[in-house]
């Protein structure tokens, strides 16, 4: 199969509002799916349950959102009425319950609405740690661990047991070791590895067994060597802000035109937010948690010393020789907007050119984006500054 073809199947599942793969899964293999919000939920447990972790993450531009948006305030972001739309039009039914992570409050308050919406299924508000502290932190998220196992076993039938959680755990390190790879090839070449495939190829991974997954983005690496693809005179840019509500694909083929390779970003980070191996032991959760604690991204939704916020933006920038950062978030993000102040400061003590904008998943202002982001780059190419 050639890359354009594995990019085009992609974009189907992308485009796929109605999870006919997941239905397609467990036809074929008679288990349940469990769905869940960004960003991050620890999959290796769903997957050691025998079911399928499907990533929800909106209902994206091609969604008309009509009953959603009478259940939440209009100045909150859109994923959690596109969510909701989502629900009331049935699109959701072929997940058998929903886990809401600690991101922020409106994914807190939609876990409840899902409560009262939806009572015939299994949901679950997953706090996450803020305190890193292996005996306050580690201990409250493993037993928060061990309670979503326990109410997996019972919604599966199945009985996890430490081999097939370490299994499941060795299958997502491979995973994110692919997906480190393919970002480290976009880094060495981003003319070849265009970031709107690289979305493409990590959305597919939402709504696919993790082994499968593997195998596509591997395939896409074998085939996208053959490919001659032409170089710009671009400059290399981040992208942070993203990490929840996602950018509509025309968005980030814009930024792509706009003169800008992006050689780092935050989108689909549950699949890249563990950024170690977790290792394989006899205690899989205690492993889990301590990956967690110590070898998670740095990102909005987690608490960091004030002191800290911004350096990994930073060392991100002179590690892939970026020439500034685009801040590209949601409107009404709270975490990426309240982070950003912070962010801004860490990047102009380093005299490092930045600018920003913000966006809605359904949002058509494509054409204002890529004029600034445009001028942001030929700025820097002109005169080495925004």
């Not at 058998?96 to 994914?107: K, M, N, Q, T």
């Not at 067994?209 to 981040?238: P, S």
């Not at 350096?311 to 892939?320: A, E, G, I, R, S």
């Not at 005299?351 to 058509?364: L, R, V």
Request: proline share 5%; hydrophobic share 40%.
């Amino acid at each position: 199969m050639t890359a354009k073809k594995i990019i085009e199947d992609c974009e189907d599942l992308y485009n796929d509002l109605d999870f006919t793969s997941v239905k397609t899964w467990k036809e074929k293999t008679g288990g349940k799916a469990i769905g869940y919000l960004p960003v991050y939920v620890p999959r290796e447990i769903i997957h050691a349950a025998g079911m399928l972790p499907v990533g929800i993450m909106g209902g994206g531009p091609n969604l008309e959102i009509i009953k959603g948006d009478a259940y939440f305030q209009s100045y909150i972001c859109h994923i959690p009425r596109s969510t909701i739309e989502l629900g009331l039009l049935n699109k959701l039914d072929c997940m058998e319950g929903f886990l809401f992570p600690a991101i922020c409050d409106v994914i807190r308050n939609l876990s409840g609405m899902w409560q009262i919406l939806f009572p015939e299924k299994y949901v679950r508000y997953l706090d996450l740690p803020q305190n890193f502290d292996k005996e306050i932190g580690g201990e409250f998220y493993r037993h928060e661990m061990e309670q979503l196992l326990h109410d997996l076993e019972e919604l599966s039938g199945n009985k996890v047991t430490p081999e097939k959680l370490n299994r499941s755990i060795g299958l997502y390190n491979k995973n994110r070791q692919v997906i480190d790879k393919l970002y480290a090839m976009r880094v060495a070449q981003p003319h070849l590895v265009l970031t709107s495939d690289l979305y493409l190829l990590l959305r597919a991974g939402n709504v696919m067994d993790v082994e499968d997954h593997t195998r596509l983005l591997e395939g896409y690496m074998a085939e996208v060597v053959k490919e001659d693809r032409k170089k710009f005179d671009n400059i290399r840019v981040i992208v942070s802000g993203a990490f929840c509500e996602q950018p509509p694909l025309a968005l980030i083929k814009g930024l792509e035109a706009s003169g800008c390779y992006i050689v780092e970003d935050d989108w689909v980070l549950g699949a890249r937010f563990l950024q170690k191996d977790v290792p394989i032991t006899a205690d899989p959760l205690e492993a889990l948690s301590d990956a967690y604690l110590n070898d998670s991204v740095s990102t909005s939704s987690k608490y960091e010393d004030e002191k800290e916020k911004g350096k990994y933006l930073v060392d991100q920038v002179k590690m892939l020789n970026a020439g500034g950062v685009i801040f590209c978030a949601p409107s009404f993000c709270d975490p990426a907007l309240l982070e950003r102040p912070m962010l801004t400061a860490a990047l102009e003590r380093e005299k490092i050119p930045h600018t920003s904008f913000k966006y809605a998943e359904n949002t058509g202002q494509f054409s204002m984006f890529r004029e600034q982001t445009g001028t942001f780059a030929d700025s820097i190419k002109l005169w080495g500054e925004a």
